[in-house]
């Protein structure tokens, strides 16, 4: 079972570039998540979506876009890379809002 | 704004030890959700607790739901080498999504 699929999973980007982080699951979970990890830090939710076609922001959205066209894909993209947007990206899915999430291995983003 | 405390930030043991550590808030939870991440990985699921009292066990994994609903606990019994990760306690503070938070994790470390 593939579960959720992330790629790239590293990249380093200069200031001001852009880039899609790509996030896919093979479950039918209607619930996608995006999540920065820091170092020493838990997860911090940056956007989410309920389904397709429909997107709403975590609590750090700023600096990030999202969209949902189908069940399975939901990429992140950061369109002028800041020093501040480093950290470890993790998509999740799950069956419930609320429940246990299946997260992907993780993306590790340096902005130099 | 909300947070759940973690105690301890990192634990040294020796491998056959039982492990217990616990996570508290200052307001009310709902459901208590254990994860476990690996170095390299995305978090993993490990327990889900949905009722105050509530007692639930994964193999040698035991967690508790506090009655207080403020807090809750894991333990690990005979711990094993690949037990080593960082331990994370999260819930919703709501029923939305985005109020799902994390705490900043108990790292455990089993010594040779």
């Known amino acids: 079972n593939a579960g959720v699929t992330q790629t790239p999973k590293f990249r380093i980007l200069k200031i001001g570039q852009s880039m899609t982080l790509q996030c896919t699951q093979d479950?039918?979970?209607?619930?996608m998540y995006w999540y920065r990890q820091d170092p020493g830090m838990g997860l911090k939710l940056i956007y989410y979506?309920?389904?397709?076609?429909?997107?709403d922001k975590g609590e750090v959205p700023n600096g990030y876009n999202v969209s949902r066209s189908t069940t399975e894909d939901f990429p992140l993209r950061l369109e002028l890379a800041a020093p501040s947007q480093t950290s470890v990206y993790f998509c999740a899915s799950s069956m419930r809002m609320l429940a246990g999430k299946y997260f992907g291995a993780g993306t590790r983003l340096s902005v130099l | 704004g909300q947070q759940l405390n973690q105690s301890p930030q990192s634990m040294f043991i020796q491998e056959g030890e039982d492990v217990s550590m616990n996570c508290t808030s200052s307001s009310i939870f709902n459901t208590w959700l254990w994860y476990k991440q690996d170095p390299g990985e995305g978090p993993v699921l490990l327990i889900a607790?949905?009722?105050?009292?509530e007692l639930t066990s994964n193999g040698r994994l035991t967690a508790q739901f506090g009655i207080t609903r403020k807090d809750s606990f894991l333990n690990i019994s005979a711990s094993i080498p690949s037990d080593v990760g960082i331990y994370f306690c999260a819930g919703p503070t709501g029923n939305r999504d985005d109020k799902i938070i994390f705490g900043k994790g108990t790292r455990l470390h089993i010594l040779p």
């Open positions: 979506s309920v389904g397709a076609g429909i997107t």
């Open positions: 607790l949905y009722k105050a009292g």
């Open positions: 479950m039918n979970h209607n619930y």
